[in-house]
């Protein structure tokens, strides 16, 4: 699974892949349409994915293994809707990640890291990498 280069844009929904940098903000190109455009440091923030990570009860784990475990589990565990109950994503969210820490990790980050999964693996992005295999 091969996140590098993967960002998350503040105010804009998916996410996308660094095209390259420049002293005043980042080209990013959509992921569906490769279409590049220009987003500026003064308006976004941009969160690469290798830095993502879930708090949970000693440490952190970073998302590439929530990932991972989220599709071992697909078959018999699909992900929650992110538009759906609440209750039902703490649920999926505790399936997955049963050590998370419930006083740092919110409902949000739960229906984000649910959105970013779905997004990435109907584009096929989080299958396993040859380095990894």
Not at 47 to 63: G, K, L, Q, S
Not at 65 to 78: I, T
Request: hydrophobic letters at 35%; one cysteine or more.
């Amino acid at each position: 699974m091969n996140l590098k280069d993967l960002l998350a844009v503040s105010g804009m929904p998916g996410l996308y892949r660094l095209g390259s940098s420049r002293p005043n903000g980042l080209v990013i190109e959509n992921l569906d349409n490769g279409k590049t455009q220009f987003c500026s440091m003064r308006k976004h923030q941009f969160t690469p994915m290798e830095t993502v990570a879930i708090y949970t009860m000693t440490d952190t784990i970073e998302i590439k293994d929530v990932f991972q475990r989220m599709l071992d589990q697909l078959a018999d565990n699909p992900p929650a809707d992110p538009k759906g109950d609440k209750g039902l994503i703490k649920e999926y969210f505790e399936d997955v990640i049963p050590e998370y820490d419930k006083d740092k990790v919110y409902i949000g980050d739960m229906v984000k890291v649910i959105k970013w999964f779905n997004f990435l693996n109907e584009r096929n992005y989080l299958t396993k990498s040859d380095e990894e295999e």
